[in-house]
Nanobody
Framework: QVQLVESGGGVVQAGGSLRLSCAAS????????MGWFRQAPGKERELVAA????????YYADSVKGRFTISRDNAKNTVYLQMNSLKPDDTAVYYC?????????????????WGQGTQVTVSS
């Protein structure tokens, strides 16, 4: 069992940066691949970035490549999403999610545990 709590969302101007954090509880965190998803109003939830259990492999959606960085600190049971050069199109609720495997998946159904989400709003 893994419980996830996101933080770090807020309002930022276009071009600015935010760092999201996802604190996990549960003894399986260090063995779990993790992902960050987002859902904008009227749109489907999409995978933004994902990372393997040891940080050795990562995935980024084309829309965020070169701007967002996912990382994790297993000693702190935390996964991060550094977001730079933010655009109004990045406005969404961002969710942290965990799989039951050690390699990431791009499929939402592979993620068994979800946080409550944190709002990111980018103003133009």
């Amino acid at each position: 069992q893994v419980q996830l709590v996101e933080s770090g969302g807020g309002v930022v101007q276009a071009g600015g940066s935010l760092r999201l954090s996802c604190a996990a509880s549960g003894r399986t965190f260090s063995n779990s691949a993790m992902g960050w998803f987002r859902q904008a109003p009227g749109k489907e939830r999409e995978l933004v970035a994902a990372i393997n259990w040891n940080g050795g492999g990562t995935y980024y959606a084309d829309s965020v490549k070169g701007r967002f960085t996912i990382s994790r600190d297993n000693a702190k049971n935390t996964v991060y999403l550094q977001m730079n050069s933010l655009k109004p199109d990045d406005t969404a609720v961002y969710y942290c999610a965990a799989t039951s495997t050690n390699r990431y998946s791009v499929e939402q159904q592979a993620y068994n545990y979800w946080g409550q989400g944190t709002q990111v709003t980018v103003s133009s």
